[in-house]
C-alpha cells in the first residue's frame, strides 16, 4: 500500500463543506490508509489535489466530483497506480415543474 494524501480545498459560504465531510467518509471507508483533509478556498470551489497532483476542479467543469470516481482513484494510487485526472462529474439533476 501506498500513501495517499487527498487534500480538498472547498468555498465554506456555498455550504460545500457537507459535500467534503461526505466524500472523505467514503474514502475513509474505501482506503483506511489515505490521509483526507480539506481546507476552506475561493468562492465556488471544490478542487481535489491527491498527493499534491491537481485532479478534479469544480472551478474548472462547474461541476462536482462523482465521489465514487474519487474513491476509485484513490483506491488505484494506495496501490500503485499513477495519479491521474478526474473526469467523471456527478449527475445533474432536472428539476422540471
Do not use: H, W
Not at 42 to 64: H, P
Amino acid at each position: 500500500m501506498y500513501d495517499v494524501k487527498v487534500n480538498v480545498e472547498y468555498c465554506e459560504p456555498c455550504g460545500y463543506k457537507t459535500q467534503f465531510l461526505e466524500m472523505a467518509d467514503i474514502i475513509q471507508k474505501n482506503v483506511p490508509t489515505a490521509i483526507v483533509s480539506g481546507t476552506e478556498g475561493k468562492d465556488g470551489s471544490f478542487e481535489i489535489k491527491i498527493n499534491d497532483q491537481l485532479v478534479y476542479s469544480k472551478l474548472q467543469t462547474l461541476a462536482f466530483p462523482d465521489c465514487t470516481a474519487v474513491c476509485e482513484t484513490v483506491k488505484d494510487i494506495s496501490k500503485g497506480k499513477p495519479v491521474r485526472k478526474i473526469t467523471k462529474q456527478q449527475p445533474i439533476e432536472c428539476i422540471t415543474s
